[in-house]
């Protein structure tokens, strides 16, 4: 289930998403990028970073940056996920740190948040979804509160045109647009978002390739998607693709259960 968050919110925050997860089999996720950092609160179970002899367990709550490719993250029980879903820069302008330090990165709560964030995870596990939408608008709003508002007009625009564009431009566009230097569009997403900006393009470009996908006519075909959404032909479409998902389109489409756009469950593709 997908909500959204208060008006006051939703510069800084995407959405809210709730998962649940009934099998008590290991099951395996793969999380990859959408642009966007999130915080996910574990209120079952937690998740497991790898299965072995000795498991890794992740925190109970923990914040992830922007990716670099994917994570596998396992469950073995079941599990209900809160996923706070922030704006490309929403992370930076509540809480003021620089974004590239939580690049490709998953830390655990406390480490980011004060001892507050103790108490809301406690109330998240004891509430039903409409409660639990409250308790979260309410604890973010306090941080917005207390944090003074800074000028987010550069990176505001160049996101809308990157959005417009779906991700398909150059730099030099992008220059030309905003009316500032490349090396300083690059210092401005680094810090705002954690991504150079043609870094940033390519997950978005990549996200249109998924919608194009997801809505895609019977009878149309993958190459036919491939170049409506900017890609210069199939191999350089499943390079990308693979980079960012490790595995091809067609394992996408077949093997996957799809969660929500960046969260997906793997299976065994001879289950098919």
């Known amino acids: 289930m997908q909500v959204s968050p208060s008006k006051e919110l939703s510069p800084y925050i995407k959405h809210y998403l709730f998962l649940d997860n ?7 996720f793969r999380l990859f990028s959408d642009g966007n950092t999130g915080l996910v609160f574990s209120v079952k179970s937690k998740l497991i970073s790898k299965i072995g002899e000795v498991k890794d367990y992740l925190p109970a709550s923990f914040l992830y940056g922007q990716l670099n490719g994917f994570k596998d993250l396992y469950s073995e029980n079941e599990i209900t996920l809160l996923i706070v879903v922030f704006q490309p820069n929403g992370i930076h302008q509540l809480l ?3 974004a590239h330090e939580f690049h490709d990165a998953i830390i655990p709560v406390e480490e980011v948040f004060d001892q507050k964030i ?5 109330k998240l596990s004891e509430q039903n979804n409409q409660a639990r939408v409250a308790l979260l608008n309410h604890f973010f ?6 944090k003074p508002s800074s000028n987010q007009f550069l990176i505001d625009s160049s996101l809308n045109f990157i959005m417009a564009h779906k991700g398909l431009f150059s730099i030099k566009q992008l220059v030309e647009y905003t009316g500032y230097t490349e090396r300083h569009l690059e210092r401005k997403f680094k810090e705002c978002i954690g991504l150079n900006p043609k870094k940033f ?3 978005i470009r990549l996200h249109h390739f998924l919608k194009l996908l997801k809505n895609k006519p019977d009878d149309t075909n993958l190459t036919t998607i491939c170049y409506d959404a900017g890609f210069s032909d199939q191999s350089h479409l499943i390079k990308e693709f693979r980079k960012h998902t490790g595995i091809t389109p067609t394992e996408y489409v077949y093997t ?3 969660l929500t756009n960046n969260l997906i469950k793997r299976f065994p593709a001879s289950t098919f």
Do not use: D, F, H
């Open 22 to 28: 009934a099998e008590t089999a290991v099951q395996k």
């Open 141 to 146: 709003r306090s941080i917005m509160a207390a």
């Open 201 to 203: 393009g390519n997950i």
């Open 118 to 122: 103790a108490v809301l995870q406690e």
């Open 256 to 258: 996957t259960g799809k």
């Open 96 to 98: 003021g740190i620089p």
